[in-house]
């Protein structure tokens, strides 16, 4: 009897679980996406794509920075609405329940997208989702690297530019010596100014003393690289030969050779001094 008893508990338990369940997921996310990047003045369509699991859909409402755009309300007339806000042009014929579609993107329209869906009553379930729209205006060409020679020989200083065109974001620059990312140190960077369209483009010199482990087969490899996000990477070389005239011994005897000739001078006149020494010493003894 009390088995019994038990597995009927058992039983209006799991009942209850499942009812929870059911009441809890109402409703459920498909598909949700705001772009992370788009190119300025680009169409681009905002997606918001949900089950309702039967339920009743009352509205769908989108906001940019916490302020209304679009709506889209099954019982009201117009169904779908749009508000004034700047930078977001919403194409309303091409928008509905689950999509917003924007034209003619700009700097302006970048920013935090929310979507909000709500249904009708018993249940009144909510769901609520944002992301970062990102717009981006890619350099439309690549690096450029100005300055510099086409020898060198250990010693020299090498003061060379890397400079990419203008664009939104600003691109990033990274110096490279021989596929080494070259120190902080030798970098030294320029502001940049931004244009009436807001492109910002950027310059970033490289400024070191060539040493002998520079050189690999004879050829120094400076190389730039400029990259925005994951969308551009474009890359600029500077190559510079290692002078032959000198060879690596003969630089090297020249060195020892000097530091020898001033030794040798100093030799004959501390002999002198000493020698002269001795015999005052030896002279004032004998007697
Ligand atoms: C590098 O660019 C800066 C800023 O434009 C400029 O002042 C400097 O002379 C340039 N150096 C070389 C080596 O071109």
Redesign the pocket.
């Known amino acids: 009897m009390g088995q019994g008893r038990e597995r009927h508990h058992y039983c209006i338990c799991m009942f209850l679980a499942i009812l929870m369940f059911t009441q809890a997921i109402g409703i459920k996310w498909r598909h949700f996406d705001v772009p992370s990047s788009v190119n300025r003045g680009s169409d681009t369509v905002l997606t918001c794509q949900y089950d309702l699991q039967g339920d009743l859909l009352y509205s769908v409402k989108w906001y940019k920075a916490g302020r209304e755009f679009y709506r889209y309300i099954p019982d009201e007339r117009p169904i779908k609405q749009k508000f004034p806000l700047a930078g977001v042009s919403v194409n309303l014929p091409e928008s509905d329940d689950q999509t917003v579609s924007l034209l003619n993107v700009g700097l302006q329209t970048a920013g935090q997208y929310c979507c909000e869906v709500l249904t009708e009553a018993p249940k009144y379930s909510t769901l609520v989702k944002s992301g970062r729209l990102v717009v981006v205006d890619l350099p439309k060409d690549g690096p450029t690297v ?2 510099g020679q086409n020898e060198y020989r250990p010693g020299d200083k090498i ?3 890397c400079s990419a065109p203008k664009s939104v974001p600003a691109p990033t620059l990274t110096w490279y010596i021989n596929d080494d990312q070259a120190p902080h140190e030798y970098l030294v960077e ?1 502001p940049s100014e931004e244009d009436d369209s807001g492109r910002i483009g950027a ?1 970033l ?1 490289l400024h070191f003393t060539v040493r002998r482990w520079h050189f690999f087969e004879g050829q120094l490899t400076l190389r730039c690289t400029a990259t925005v996000h994951r969308l551009y990477e474009e890359h600029a070389l500077h190559t510079g030969a290692a002078v032959h005239s000198i060879p690596e011994e003969l630089e090297y005897g020249t060195h020892l050779g000097d530091g020898a000739v001033s030794q040798e001078s100093s030799l004959p006149s501390l002999l002198l001094i000493s020698s002269s020494l001795f015999f005052v010493v030896v002279h004032r003894v004998v007697p």
């Open positions: 100005s300055g003061d060379v530019n320029y310059t010199g």
